[in-house]
């Protein structure tokens, strides 16, 4: 029997989305308000969920405390009021859109969960606007 366990979390951030490799304009037709040379910000929530069978001697398809730990380590405890175009590793050269921020994220816990567990984060950038990504 397969089960789906899921914490929320939060973090605050700011980026700006451009390629270093276009024009102005061209990012500005592209990407918007959203090209701010100075940056803008989002209230970003978070739902991570772990899917697998239930641990037959502790009842768990994972424990929650210890899924809340990783995930404040580190998704909260590195992106939280971080600016990510200057301040995550990750976005150096990744534009960080929403999809990238979502597949970072994913990458970053991948290596936590056992891997005969499905893994699949939805990340909301507004109350209206999110992505989820699981992988494939």
């Given at each position: 029997m397969r089960?789906?366990?899921?914490?929320?979390?939060?973090?605050?951030?700011?980026?700006?989305?451009?390629?270093?490799?276009w024009s102005m304009e061209k990012n500005d037709a592209v990407f918007g308000k959203c090209n701010n040379p100075n940056f803008h910000g989002h209230n970003y929530e978070l739902t991570v969920s772990v899917t697998g069978e239930i641990d037959q001697k502790t009842g768990y398809v994972i424990d929650t405390k210890i899924l809340a730990d990783l995930i404040k380590e580190h998704i909260e405890n590195t992106f939280d009021h971080k600016n990510l175009n200057l301040d995550v590793p990750e976005f150096a050269d990744l534009n960080p859109t929403a999809e990238n921020i979502v597949v970072v994220i994913w990458q970053k816990l991948r290596?936590?969960?056992?891997?005969?567990?499905?893994?699949?984060i939805i990340l909301y950038e507004t109350p209206r606007n999110f992505v989820t990504y699981n992988g494939n």
């Open positions: 089960v789906t366990v899921s914490r929320k979390a939060h973090f605050n951030a700011a980026h700006r989305l451009y390629r270093k490799d290596k936590y969960i056992d891997a005969n567990k499905d893994l699949e």
